[in-house]
């Protein structure tokens, strides 16, 4: 085990000075992003390689130390050689350093990130599947966390195989650490449950790491299975009916999913060009499930960008695809997309009239028939959703009520959830004038933004701070402001 061979790094510790590990992991970040870099450095990171656990950082992470201290090398900052560290010498590979994937030995705990057996057992998000990721695995940068998330443990041969990333089938203990590229997948090829099994649990797995990360830096990484799965629906060689319309599912939640990361990272021209994909594939593929899903994102999607009347005519759409599917959770939630679109356009009479209809759904419960990708819609978001028709209604002192609620009833673990209602909340407390109830929110989301990345979230607490401005003498929201530009908390 690492920790039985463990020598404490004094040198990185020392270049720490008299930072806190979090401020320090901050800096990190802020570094990474000067060069183009996307990681996820904590506090928990920063101890780990101060304990000696970490003796050679991964590439992503080796260039950001090395722009932080130009002129010292990774022995300088008290790292050990990778090959020295692996027990092998250093050979030729396929790949270089600037490798978005760079390859990382899952075998040697020594190396970052470390070996965390719950990835790659097949986690789904909703409840009655198996292998749920431990709240306590570590945040690590996302070219990592995906590669893991998609690519490790039992299941490395079957995504290999699925996102034609090699040839024969070998077993996972002798498999070389794979890569999310995606190469063309040889044809005649024949598809079966392994390969569709594998597109399922990435988009559950993709979930999982939005649900606890945000979708920055998740976006691109993603669009790589959702290729090599439309690659799969190309080859067209599956064996029977229903692997063809499970893989196509498959496929069209993946798009849905890596629309959303898009969505929720500020590219919405990149949303609404996935979303459209998977409407597309509902359409061929007949599934009113699915094609519920599409227009239901496309109108929270439209709503965003100011387009409400296409918002409203989404949401219904989506409302006579799912009127048949039997779950009224999902109809719920396409009566609230509606609604978001009425207040946008400041129907006030539409708007209450589809919140009525959302409340009245929402209470018959769930069903065994509400779809697997709404496990996220509980009395949290019907609150959150709610306080978004009430702000663009102008009603900020409604909104706040609603947004105060969906904080209080969310799960801790649905860390990006929270940290977007908190947000929110704080925006609608300064808005309503509560200058330092929304300080107070506000605070509470930068305690999350260590391990929550979302330009959603960001933008929002940005507006807080906006709104605030001519508040700033008071000592709480002085506070609140002053840590905020601290952040460096992009707009």
Partial sequence: MASSRAVPNLAFRRLRAQHSPGEFAAAVRRAAREIGEQVACDARYIGRVEAGEIRCPNYAYERVFLHMFPGLTLQDLGFRARAEVRGRAARPAPFSPTDPFPPTDPTDPATDPPTDPTYGSGRPRPPGTAGELSETSETHEESDVLRRAFMTSGSATVMAASLGLGGAPV???????PVLSVPAIPSPRRVGEAEVKSVEDAVRRIRLLDDRHGADGLFRRAAQPLRAAYALLDAGATTRQSTADRLHAGAGELSISVGWLAHDSGRLDDARSYYAEALATARI?????LEAHAFSNTSFLARDSGRCREAVRAAQAGRRAARTLGSA???SLLALREAAGWAGLGDRAGCEQSLAQAHQLFAKGPHDADPEWMSFFGEPELEAQEALCHEALGDWTRAARHAHRATVLQEPHFARNLALYRAELATYLARAGAPDEAAAAGHQ?????????SSRIQTKLASTARALLPQRRLPDVGGFLERHAATNVRA
């Fill in 171 to 177: 077993s996972a203990a002798a498999a070389p650490p």
């Fill in 329 to 331: 959770r999902l109809l």
């Fill in 445 to 453: 989301v930068l305690d999350l933004l260590d391990e929550v990345q």
């Fill in 285 to 289: 593929a007949g599934d009113l499930a």
